[in-house]
């Protein structure tokens, strides 16, 4: 109650030193503000203590008991200050990167609230911002795996993931990181456990592409909201224990792959040629059943003209056959043997010598004409009987020892 509300001072005189209130006995004065915001505040039951005076206040009424509460001007100032700040906290700003999860006594609105300048009433609405466009990124180190074969590694997993859903990732789950890190050790642990030693070391772009597509389902069934972008398998090692032996197996892995390519080199260089000469046997081929088939038309046009002739002189026809098989007979030979008349003796011409002879001489050639021959005739005399004076040779016996025959 104020302190110059009448009848409330006592015989205390007036603090102002006036002795009749502020400004003077009477209502002349505009209404007190004490009074106003007592009466507005006791409405709402704020103060508890003090009494309401007479309607219509005088200059001279009474005071308040020094140490009865806290002035009602002071209460109202703290109460303007307090919802300001209570205002003032509500303001908060989303950048272009994140959205905001606004919970209203615990439910979740029905949208996210999305970049820019807001204001939620503090106290009662709960405001979580989430950056949905950073991409985070977590390394785990997974030991001692089981292979399908019994074997043990180890390997270091990189998972790259995003927020999809910020409502989700902010209700459904309690700890939705933790849960990525449970589920990730246990996604990698199931697909390792699935394959055989030698497909994890030779093909690790396979298994993080499995251990990625098992996380995912495990996030969509945990309803974490995360968005698995990109699993990598950075290192794949087996236990140090069995490291060498390791090493040496695909050391001989390396040497069989480079034999492999040497060989793969060797048949790209081997395979056209042997195409290209297979070919060429073909072609030749060919050309031999051709040359073949020609002579053989050309033998039966020659036998059949040879026919029409022996039909009109068969025993001339028969002896100039006879002639000229022994001469394509005793072309070929450079041997002759000459029976010498009078006895058991053979002589014997060494052509092949006497040619080298004369060739090596004289440069020229085997005799091919009818007077080469006659030439080489005239040569050999001295080695053959019944020589005329004049050094010519019996017609018979030249003409024997031309075509090669032996007569006794």
């Known amino acids: 109650m104020a302190w110059n509300e009448p009848g409330k001072n006592g015989n205390d005189p007036d603090p102002w030193g006036s002795g009749g209130g502020r400004r003077g006995g009477g209502n002349q004065g505009p209404p007190d503000i004490d009074e106003v915001i007592r009466n507005l505040l006791g409405r709402f039951?704020?103060?508890g203590g003090g009494s309401r005076g007479s309607s219509g206040g005088s200059s001279g009424g009474g005071k308040s008991a020094p140490g009865k509460g806290i002035s009602g001007g002071l209460l109202a100032g703290l109460l303007v200050v307090a919802l300001v700040v209570w205002g003032f906290l509500g303001f908060y700003i989303v950048d272009e990167a994140e959205r905001a999860v606004v919970l209203r006594f615990g439910r979740v609105l029905d949208n996210t609230v999305g970049p820019g300048l807001h204001w939620n009433p503090p106290l009662v609405d709960e405001v979580n911002k989430v950056n949905v466009a950073e991409l985070n990124a977590k390394t785990y180190q997974n030991r001692a795996m089981l292979t399908t074969d019994e074997n043990i590694i180890d390997i270091v997993v990189t998972v790259q993931y995003r927020i999809d859903d910020p409502v989700k990732y902010v209700i459904a789950v309690?700890?939705?990181?933790?849960?990525?890190?449970?589920?990730?050790?246990?996604?990698t642990r199931h697909v390792v456990g699935g394959n055989f030693m030698d497909q994890i070391l030779n093909t690790p772009q396979i298994l993080a592409a499995a251990v990625q597509e098992r996380l995912q389902d495990y996030m969509d069934l945990y309803n974490t909201g995360i968005l698995v972008s990109q699993v990598n398998v950075t290192d794949a090692q087996p236990p140090e224990a069995v490291r060498d032996a390791f090493e040496d197996v695909i050391r001989a892995r390396e040497d069989e792959q480079r034999a492999q390519n040497q060989a793969q080199q060797y048949a790209n260089r081997v395979i056209p040629e042997a195409r290209g000469e297979a070919q060429r046997q073909i072609e030749q081929a060919n050309a031999y059943k051709q040359e073949v088939i020609a002579r053989a038309e050309g033998d039966a046009s020659r036998f059949d003209q040879l026919l029409l002739?022996?039909?009109?002189?068969?025993?001339?026809?028969?002896?100039?056959?006879?002639?000229?098989?022994?001469?394509?007979?005793?072309?070929?030979?450079?041997?002759i043997m000459i029976d010498v008349e009078g006895g058991n003796n053979m002589l014997y011409v060494p052509l092949d010598k006497i040619l080298e002879q004369n060739t090596s001489v004289t440069g020229a050639a085997r005799p091919r004409s009818a007077s080469e021959w006659r030439d080489f005739a005239d040569e050999l005399a001295p080695y053959l009987p019944n020589v005329s004076s004049s050094g010519a040779v019996d017609a018979s016996r030249l003409s024997d020892a031309r075509s090669g025959v032996t007569r006794p």
């Open 309 to 335: 002739e022996y039909q009109k002189a068969p025993e001339v026809t028969r002896q100039r056959m006879y002639i000229d098989s022994i001469q394509d007979v005793m072309t070929a030979s450079s041997k």
């Open 45 to 47: 039951g704020v103060l």
């Open 174 to 187: 309690q700890d939705p990181e933790r849960s990525l890190d449970n589920a990730s050790e246990s996604a």
